[in-house]
């Protein structure tokens, strides 16, 4: 049987080697990579072939640089695929509500067994579940009884004036069907520097994915076309 491919981002270099440790001693897990920050991964990610990519990738929060949140909604855009499996030691309502938000798969707290971490790990890949601590489980439960539909931010108008001219430029070039190289070879700027600037525009539109932004430029008409 294949070993499930998994991925280790925690800016605890402790942590994440001994988690890598238990979860390959188990024989059911080939840790591909494991990197201290957000930018780390996205950088080593690019060395990889996608039959090495990671079919899930177990992410912290809170890391310098670039955060979990940050990481998983620039790399839910460019690798669809991959499943990303919040590990934190945080349990905050808001905390939870964003990872949801940015493409999260689930949701986990950090002292849950390695026993555990691998059963919530085959059933995502295996039955598609939402894998969830049992005290986030609650509190998510909790929160969505106290949302209302029209609290949501994906509701809130938008308008230009809410991206700065060089995330409009970015929006644009998007919008033209160019890829983040593309727009940084066009705007003279790194496809890093690019992609810190999509998570922007995405946080101000209040969307997770550029189809929803393309869809917001053109339906708002914010850039004319002949």
């Known amino acids: 049987m294949d070993k499930i491919r998994v991925a280790i981002v925690d800016d605890k270099r402790f942590l994440r080697s001994n988690l890598a440790d238990q979860l390959q001693y188990s024989n059911q897990i080939e840790v591909v990579l494991t990197a201290g920050n957000g930018i780390d991964f996205l950088q080593q990610m690019e060395n990889l072939s996608s039959t090495q990519y990671p079919l899930v990738v177990l992410m912290d ?6 955060d979990g949140l940050e990481t998983v909604l620039i790399a839910k855009e460019i690798y669809p695929d991959i499943q ?3 590990l934190t030691a945080f349990s905050e309502d808001e905390k939870i509500f964003e990872a949801v938000k940015v493409g999260a798969s689930g949701y986990l707290l950090k002292d ?3 026993s555990k971490i691998i059963a919530f ?3 995502l890949l295996n039955e598609g579940t939402v894998p969830m601590s049992p005290i986030v489980a ?3 439960l909790m929160m969505l009884k106290s ?3 029209h609290d949501l931010p994906e509701n809130k108008a938008v308008t230009p004036s809410v991206l700065s001219e060089r995330e409009m430029q970015i929006l644009e070039g998007i919008v033209d069907g160019l890829n983040y190289h593309q727009v940084a070879d066009k705007l003279f700027i790194s496809p890093h520097t690019v992609r810190k600037h999509i998570a922007n525009i995405y946080e101000k539109l209040h969307v997770s994915n550029k189809t929803a932004a393309i869809k917001i430029a053109l339906k708002k008409n914010w850039f004319k076309r002949s």
């Open 138 to 140: 609650r509190k998510t």
């Open 112 to 114: 849950e067994s390695i």
């Open 61 to 66: 929060i809170e890391m310098p640089e670039m």
């Open 84 to 86: 990303f499996l919040m």
């Open 121 to 123: 790990i085959k059933e």
């Open 147 to 149: 949302v209302n539909n």
